[in-house]
């Protein structure tokens, strides 16, 4: 069935680095747009990081020069590399996909970054 599948994650220390990487199965065609998401208990789930099929990818301010967002030649595989890493980046990070039959969510993995 259509699913993301994540990778990576883990606890790292405060200016280091960290990635993550979404696979899409095979049966998610049509990707407009692949991208990252963050969540922290208590709080909304918040952008990270976009890659669309064409145009510049967009990154949150709070991620911007640190994070770096890339996708496979196939297109069904984004990678997020993260570096000089902060204890508020500590969060779930999920996966999302958006295609013309709707948008498909990963099942999230956790980046904890300690002090």
């Known amino acids: 069935h259509a699913q993301l599948v994540e990778s990576g994650g883990g606890l790292v220390q405060a200016w280091t680095s960290l990635s993550v990487s979404c696979t899409a199965s095979?049966?998610?065609?049509?990707?407009?747009?692949m991208g990252w998401y963050r969540q922290d208990p208590g709080k909304q789930r918040e952008l990270v990081a976009t890659?669309?099929?064409?145009?510049?990818?967009n990154y949150a301010d709070s991620v911007k020069d640190r994070f770096h967002i890339s996708k496979n030649k196939v297109g069904n595989t984004v990678y997020l590399q993260m570096n000089s890493l902060k204890p508020e980046d500590t969060a779930v990070y999920y996966c999302?996909?958006?295609?013309?039959?709707?948008?498909?969510w990963g099942q999230g993995t956790q980046v904890s970054v300690s002090s």
């Open positions: 890659s669309r099929s064409k145009g510049r990818p």
């Open positions: 095979n049966r998610v065609t049509g990707i407009q747009a």
């Open positions: 999302r996909t958006v295609t013309p039959w709707g948008d498909l």
